[in-house]
């Protein structure tokens, strides 16, 4: 079965920058699109981006768009959240989420997920 293992949390001042991987195994890494998303104590899951089966496509949620960027690397079976300008509202635990796709679709849902990761944590400091 599908396994997702995140890295790259930590603790960084406000206007700071971290880099998240999720490192995907089990099954074949380019057939499945591949979503970001957080948790702040006492709030829901909620989507921070997504990303195609090949990387055509990408979708931001509208409090990260121009600051965070995704990608993925088939060849690695890596996708990657690239976070700039953090704010300490970013502070969350970041969670990566796998969903076998037929197509260049991207998903922004919680329940479109099968698969999810050990998440990570992000603290942003003031």
């Known amino acids: 079965q599908v396994q997702l293992v995140e890295s790259g949390g930590g603790l960084v001042q406000a206007g700071g920058s971290l880099r998240l991987s999720c490192k995907f195994s089990g099954r074949t890494f380019s057939l499945y699109a591949m979503g970001w998303f957080r948790q702040a104590p006492g709030s829901e899951r909620e989507f921070v981006a997504a990303?195609?089966?090949?990387?055509?496509?990408?979708y931001y949620a509208d409090s990260v768009k121009g600051r965070f960027t995704i990608s993925r690397d088939n060849a690695k079976n890596t996708v990657y959240l690239q976070m700039n300008s953090l704010k300490p509202e970013d502070t969350a635990v970041y969670y990566c989420?796998?969903?076998?796709?037929?197509?260049?679709?991207?998903?922004?849902?919680?329940?479109?997920?099968?698969?999810w990761g050990q998440g990570t944590q992000v603290t942003v400091s003031s």
């Open positions: 990303i195609s089966r090949s990387g055509s496509r990408v």
């Open positions: 989420a796998a969903h076998r796709s037929s197509g260049e679709q991207f998903f922004d849902r919680v329940w479109e997920y099968e698969t």
